[in-house]
């Protein structure tokens, strides 16, 4: 398996931004597809953005325009870069790592987001 870990995550204003970093370890990192979930309290965990290995993007209709999800294959590591946040967005996001022909399918220990003025 793939060790995953979070960070950026942190309390910001509406309309502030932040950016999430996802790194991962092993030297198959560029064979990995990657994806940033949230979960928020009460609520199901729901796909916020997902990258390929070749590198193609998908984003939830409810943070397109605001939110993009970038990897550096160089320095394992993916990015949610989040703009225009807004109190909705306030969740605990998670990273996971997933190559289904590799069996590899591993997440992250959360890190937590919350907007509030």
């Known amino acids: 398996q793939v060790r995953v870990v979070e960070s950026g995550g942190g309390l910001v204003q509406p309309g502030g931004s932040l950016r999430l970093s996802c790194a991962a370890s092993?030297?198959?990192?560029?064979?990995?597809?990657l994806g940033w979930y949230r979960q928020a309290p009460g609520k199901q965990r729901e796909l916020v953005a997902g990258?390929?290995?070749?590198?193609?993007?998908n984003t939830a209709d409810s943070v397109k325009g605001r939110f993009t999800i970038s990897r550096d294959n160089a320095k394992n590591t993916a990015y949610l870069q989040m703009n225009a946040l807004k109190p909705e967005d306030t969740a605990v996001y998670y990273c996971?790592?997933?190559?289904?022909?590799?069996?590899?399918?591993?997440w992250g220990q959360g890190t937590q987001v919350t907007v509030s003025s």
């Open positions: 996971n790592a997933r190559n289904p022909v590799l069996g590899i399918d591993s």
């Open positions: 092993g030297s198959i990192f560029r064979r990995l597809a």
């Open positions: 990258i390929t290995s070749g590198g193609s993007t």
